[in-house]
């Protein structure tokens, strides 16, 4: 079993659907959660940072931790063409800052 | 503020040749990370340093991968001989400390033939 799962794509939406995105994870040290977003050609740029359980908003972007359930998930709302992206969640033990990754998912928004 | 700086942005060699990546760190940033992101793939650490010291190498396949980062600043990233699989975008990233936002530079993609 990977230490972070992500849930396959790629995710076709229209403009201004909400669109979720889920990871789930093995490993209990993870403390630190993160999503990425990765234009193509381009490295990944971090969307927002989490550290305990519960949800965190940013403008459009909602970020969600379930440390119970070894479980985060992201809303979009009100996407647009430009959020087309390669969505990635990330983890931190804490002890070396080493990020592990999931998969990515790729979303394309339909105009 | 600038950002992080890799070169060369693309690299075609054939297998068994050598190859051999640099990167630029944001500057102030002592955390230097490089990682390995294979298609499809997210990225995968290769390796990290803090300052000129290595902080994790553990995934780094050492029998062909070397890197330095001399002077705590810029950084070079070796594969001598390549191989097929190792054709993937190889990134670089800093951040000011550990456990610090890591920036990621844009990149340089491989291909091995």
């Known amino acids: 079993q990977k230490e972070v799962e992500q849930d396959p794509g790629p995710l076709s939406v229209p403009e201004g659907a909400i669109v979720s995105l889920n990871c789930t994870y093995s490993n209990s040290a993870f403390q630190y959660f993160m999503w990425y977003r990765q234009y193509s050609r381009k490295g990944p740029e971090l969307l927002m940072y989490?550290?305990?359980?519960g949800n965190k908003e940013d403008g459009r972007f909602t970020a969600q931790v379930d440390k119970s359930s070894k479980y985060i998930s992201s809303f979009i709302r009100d996407s647009q063409p430009s959020d087309s992206a390669t969505y990635l969640c990330a983890m931190i033990s804490g002890a070396n800052s080493k990020l592990t990754f999931g998969k990515g998912i790729t979303l394309s928004v339909r105009p | 503020e600038a950002g992080v700086a890799q070169s060369p942005r693309y690299k075609i060699i054939e297998k068994r040749q050598s190859v051999a990546f640099w990167c630029n760190p944001i500057?102030?940033?002592?955390?230097l990370y490089w990682y390995q992101q294979i298609l499809g793939q997210g990225p995968k650490l290769l390796i990290q340093f803090q300052n000129n010291g290595v902080v994790d190498d553990s995934q780094l396949p050492k029998d062909r991968f070397s890197a330095e980062r001399l002077k705590g600043v810029d950084s070079t990233l070796k594969i001598q001989p390549a191989k097929l699989e190792d054709s993937a975008v190889y990134l670089c990233?800093?951040?000011?400390?550990?456990?610090?936002?890591?920036?990621f530079g844009p990149g340089t993609r491989l291909l091995v033939l």
């Open positions: 989490t550290y305990s359980s």
């Open positions: 990233a800093s951040s000011l400390g550990l456990v610090e936002t890591q920036y």
């Open positions: 500057s102030g940033h002592a955390t």
